[in-house]
């Protein structure tokens, strides 16, 4: 199958400063990825989809403002957590589809983030 | 809103032993996808059923999608200690449209 590659697979911060995570198709060219957050014994909750050269579409409830998603190439796109607090310290997983049938996407290996 | 009903949440059983996992919704989805995660790494694709009344198998899974594609079922025969994760399914609204996932199902297999 296809690769996403996720960086980085863990991270602490402290409260109030921002994290990056970068989430990377490896061996093909992704026009759409997908953020996903997931809380513990849960599962996934789409937060946001990325489009490559256009702005991302954010699920409701979900602040753009605080997370910040940009995808500025075919293979690269990042996930910004700004003004972190603990409360957003969760599993952050996301994923690309290989042809335009965007149902069958595959997975990066998740971010852990701690917010201290 | 489209929901996708896992069942059961949690399974612990014997090497093995055979068991089945169900995913149900109200609703029609163009395609259904069964996904297997492992604590702290992403879903894994396993498999992807596109016409009603499919059946796929993959070694000792076999999964099913409902004649009405509204549900579908993953099939283990002769459970093994690897294949212990958290089974997700997840169905599409449209070719074009996201993913909707279900709660899943901790799998545990004993030796």
């Known amino acids: 199958g296809a690769v996403v590659s996720q960086h980085p697979s863990r991270v602490i911060c402290k409260s109030g400063t921002s994290v990056k995570i970068e989430c990377r198709s490896l061996?093909?060219?992704?026009?759409?990825m997908f953020w996903y957050r997931q809380f513990p014994k849960q599962s996934l909750m789409l937060m946001a989809t990325?489009?490559?050269?256009?702005?991302?579409?954010?699920e409701q409830g979900v602040e753009k403002d605080k997370f910040l998603i940009n995808h500025a190439s075919l293979t690269l796109s990042t996930l910004t957590v700004t003004s972190a607090h603990p409360e957003d310290s969760s599993f952050y997983i996301c994923s690309a589809s290989v042809s335009r049938w965007r149902a069958e996407a595959f997975f990066g290996q998740g971010t852990r983030l701690t917010v201290v | 809103t489209q929901l996708l009903e896992q069942s059961p949440q949690f399974l612990s059983i014997q090497e093995g032993e055979n068991l089945t996992v169900y995913c149900n919704s109200s609703s029609v989805f163009s395609s259904l996808q069964w996904y297997r995660q492992e604590p702290g790494e992403g879903p894994v694709l396993l498999v992807t059923?596109?016409?009603?009344?499919e059946v796929k198998k993959l070694k000792r899974l076999t999964f099913q999608f409902g004649d009405a594609r509204k549900d579908s079922s993953l099939h283990i025969t002769a459970a093994q200690p690897g294949d212990t994760g958290l089974y997700l399914c997840?169905?599409?609204?449209?070719?074009?449209?996201?993913?909707?996932f279900g709660k899943g199902t901790k799998l545990s297999v004993k030796p």
């Open positions: 059923v596109v016409t009603g009344g």
């Open positions: 990325s489009n490559e050269g256009s702005k991302a579409t954010y």
């Open positions: 997840a169905g599409a609204e449209g070719s074009q449209g996201n993913l909707i």
């Open positions: 061996d093909f060219q992704a026009t759409t």
